[in-house]
């Protein structure tokens, strides 16, 4: 194995361990959010309506994102 494979094996393999950290940290943050709920209406007095819109902004921020990720492109693309 020459020294380029070497890199790019553990390039592999370093892309692969940020990108399953990341992964994680979103599922963390987006589906762990809810089961805070509870200490959220105990502490700061929230409604479940209250509570529940606080748990929905991340997911609706996802959302939004990927909506704008989406759309159609306006103007010239490079084509290069």
């Known amino acids: 194995m020459t020294s380029v494979d ?3 094996t553990r390039r ?5 361990a940020v990108g399953v ?7 963390s943050f987006v589906y762990g959010l809810p089961f805070v ?7 700061a007095g929230l409604t479940l309506a209250q ?3 606080y748990v ?8 939004c994102t990927l909506v704008l990720w989406g759309r159609p492109r ?3 693309v490079n084509a290069a």
């Open 6 to 8: 070497v890199t790019r």
């Open 21 to 27: 950290f990341a992964q994680t940290a979103a599922c």
């Open 37 to 43: 709920v509870p200490l959220l209406r105990d502490s």
């Open 74 to 76: 306006t103007g010239p």
């Open 51 to 53: 509570a529940g819109a």
């Open 12 to 16: 592999r393999w370093l892309v692969l």
């Open 56 to 63: 929905g902004a991340p997911t609706v921020g996802l959302l």
